[in-house]
């Protein structure tokens, strides 16, 4: 029986390295992809496929496509499609580090890497700012629901949407604590969703149930540092891209013309689309793949 990647469903994750890869030898594909089955692990890995590189041959995903870059009211938000993306996690940096040495070693020179961001847990579970996340994210048997693409011949597997956002946090900081609380909609005290939050409130503007149809996603997100740069990897697993791509049009003003507090203080740098395979035992399983 196929089953969705397990860590998909595990909230905790108290250290993660994101990589996201483009192909660059394509002789070496196949041997590549029979090496990745075998160095794959479910305890402490996630991985996801890209459209491009399901292209290169007849594999068909079901809703499986590229990010597109989408148009908002005062900014555009950015695609960076590419072909690969992989998570590994755990408690210890130092040994997700060497899990990622191992991987490379694997998908490298038939991939490149584009990006490895460095993700933490900050104050058990929240972002930068200080504001939980993940509040409402589903729980127990509802996080399956969401994440599992009810699609007939690809069960098991789950839509990912990842979007690197950037925070100023010195501006953010400058703002008072009443500002701050209302471009997210919750007391940053207590986590409490207050009423009288403005409609650009964040958690007003990706209300999962106030979409039709509701918009339920599973949220994985993590802070990431480099230097001076900060700010959350938004990483969200979903039957469809539909829930990510109907939260975004209406953080971006495409429904009403208003923004979401967010961008107040923070942008994405780049957003890409994956389709996570399932697992057949504790084997992923590229069964639907035919390269
Ligand atoms: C800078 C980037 C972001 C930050 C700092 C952020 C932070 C937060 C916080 C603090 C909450 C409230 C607690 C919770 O329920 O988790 C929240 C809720 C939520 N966020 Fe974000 N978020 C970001 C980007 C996004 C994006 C890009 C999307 C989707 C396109 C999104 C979708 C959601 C959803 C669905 C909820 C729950 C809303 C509800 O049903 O109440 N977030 N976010």
């Not at 998908?107 to 504001?131: A, I, M, W």
């Not at 993590?222 to 975004?248: H, I, R, T």
């Not at 961008?263 to 994405?268: A, H, K, L, M, Q």
Request: aromatic share 10%.
């Amino acid at each position: 029986m196929s089953l969705i990647q397990p860590l998909i469903l595990k909230a905790e994750q108290s250290h993660a390295s994101f990589l996201r890869f483009s192909l660059v030898e394509q002789q070496s594909l196949a041997a590549c992809l029979a090496s990745l089955v075998d160095t794959y692990n479910a305890d402490d890995s996630v991985i996801g496929f890209g459209a491009p590189l399901l292209a290169l041959n007849s594999s068909k995903i079901p809703g499986l496509k590229s990010a597109i870059s989408i148009e908002g009211v005062k900014r555009t938000s950015p695609a960076n499609q590419d072909d690969l993306w992989l998570r590994v996690s755990g408690s210890d940096p130092g040994e997700v580090m060497l899990r990622v040495q191992e991987w490379l070693a694997v998908l490298c020179p038939t991939f490149s890497v584009n990006e490895q961001v460095e993700g933490f847990c900050h104050r058990g579970g929240k972002d930068l700012t200080g504001y939980e996340d993940g509040t409402e994210n589903p729980e127990d048997n509802a996080a399956a629901v969401v994440a599992l693409t009810g699609e007939p011949g690809v069960e098991g597997s789950s839509m990912l949407a990842v979007q690197k956002w950037q925070h100023q946090m010195k501006h953010f900081n400058s703002l008072p604590s009443k500002q701050q609380d209302d471009l997210i909609g919750r007391r940053k005290s207590d986590n409490v969703e207050f009423a009288e939050s403005p409609p650009s409130a964040h958690t007003r503007r990706t209300a999962q149930e106030s979409f039709s149809p509701e918009a339920f996603m599973l949220r994985r997100s993590l802070p990431w540092v480099k230097q001076q740069d900060c700010g959350l990897n938004f990483v969200c697993f979903a039957n469809s891209f539909y829930p990510f791509e109907a939260q975004l049009k209406r953080m971006l003003g495409c429904e009403d013309g208003i923004e979401d507090g967010l961008f107040e203080f923070s942008r994405p740098l780049s957003t890409a689309y994956y389709w996570c395979p399932p697992v057949a035992g504790a084997k992923l399983d590229l069964s639907y793949l035919q390269f």
